[in-house]
């Protein structure tokens, strides 16, 4: 089963900002909507951001709006998830997978990847 492999995280004071790539091989993520989903301890699984397959359409929690930039390089078969003005209640594992149906977005998780840690500081 293919996985998306997550990376990017790490510790960072509040107000920073961390970059979060998601990379899986080209078949995997072509004609498919990706999405980023955080989770906290003790908490559930929450989504953070997704974005169409030809990048026209994205979409944000309103936790993370005007903070976040989901973004997508399909030559490289990346994703990316721009974190600026961090804050401590962002702190979570975060996890991309892709749609295992639609283009536009995500509704149906496919398999995800291990997670990258972000830890911000305050």
């Known amino acids: 089963q293919v996985q998306p492999v997550e990376s990017g995280g790490g510790l960072v004071q509040a107000g920073g900002s961390l970059r979060l790539s998601c990379a899986a091989p080209g078949y995997f993520f072509d004609s498919y909507a990706v999405g980023w989903f955080r989770q906290a301890p003790g908490k559930e699984r929450e989504f953070v951001s997704s974005i169409s397959w030809d990048g026209a359409n994205t979409y944000y929690a309103d936790s993370v709006k005007g903070r976040f930039t989901i973004s997508r390089d399909n030559a490289k078969t990346t994703v990316y998830l721009q974190m600026n003005s961090l804050k401590s209640e962002d702190t979570a594992v975060y996890y991309c997978?892709?749609?295992?149906?639609?283009?536009?977005?995500?509704?149906?998780?496919?398999?995800w990847g291990q997670g990258t840690q972000v830890t911000v500081s305050s």
């Open positions: 997978t892709k749609d295992r149906f639609s283009g536009v977005v995500v509704t149906t998780a496919d398999s």
